[in-house]
């Protein structure tokens, strides 16, 4: 069998610590934690990740480019602005209710991670930020920039609170209430005023 290389290695560890982060939060997880689940020698661990918060930086841009992937595999199957929101809505319905939903990774650094300036905070407030811009260039094939810019962040706080009460034990009627809202305010938006 063929020794690991040391791409293989980082990425082991990047997915051990995603797993304990996910489960058990940043602050809670210590390194010693994650060398002995992944099963490294601390020289690989710092060799790789000088510190944890490089670690947990790099933890959430794996997070993000996973979902980034998986929105843009789904955008391609719709045709409509309309259908393209309703599909990152559908997203958060199947996270919801799967084995592997915990609540969001990213407003769990940023609850932990209060400061501005903080890498892991800068590192969450990215992917939102994406997820938003995302939606925002979505939103402009129907309606002005401006009104897409203020639309994507209420689509954005609909998700973020659908996240929250399916966190809370209420993922189908959480997906169900934000979708509602969501296309509402789409279907409101293409009525003449």
């Known amino acids: 069998m063929a020794e ?12 051990t610590a ?55 595999r789904l955008a391609e199957q719709a045709a409509t602005p309309e259908r393209k929101i309703g599909t990152i809505f559908d997203w958060y319905g199947r996270w919801f209710h799967s084995a592997d939903f915990h609540g969001c990774l990213f407003a769990h650094a940023l609850a932990e991670f209060g400061d501005p300036a903080h890498p892991v905070f800068q590192a969450a407030a990215r992917q939102k930020n994406d997820l938003k811009r995302r939606m925002r260039l979505i939103l402009e094939e129907m309606m002005p920039a401006d009104e897409a810019d203020s639309t994507s962040a209420a689509l954005l706080m609909l ?29 409101a938006r293409g009525r003449p005023q």
């Open 159 to 187: 998700i973020e609170g659908a996240t929250l009460m399916a966190r809370m034990g209420q993922p189908a009627a959480a997906i169900r209430d934000a979708r509602k809202a969501a296309m509402a305010m789409l279907a």
């Open 18 to 72: 995603y797993a304990l982060f996910k489960r058990v939060g940043f602050h809670a997880t210590g390194i010693d934690r994650i060398i002995a689940e992944a099963d490294v020698a601390k020289m690989t661990m710092y060799r790789h990740f000088p510190s944890k918060d490089d670690l947990m930086v790099e933890v959430l841009g794996y997070r993000a480019g996973r979902f980034e992937r998986q929105l843009d």
């Open 4 to 15: 690991p290389t040391r791409t293989d290695k980082r990425q082991h560890i990047v997915e």
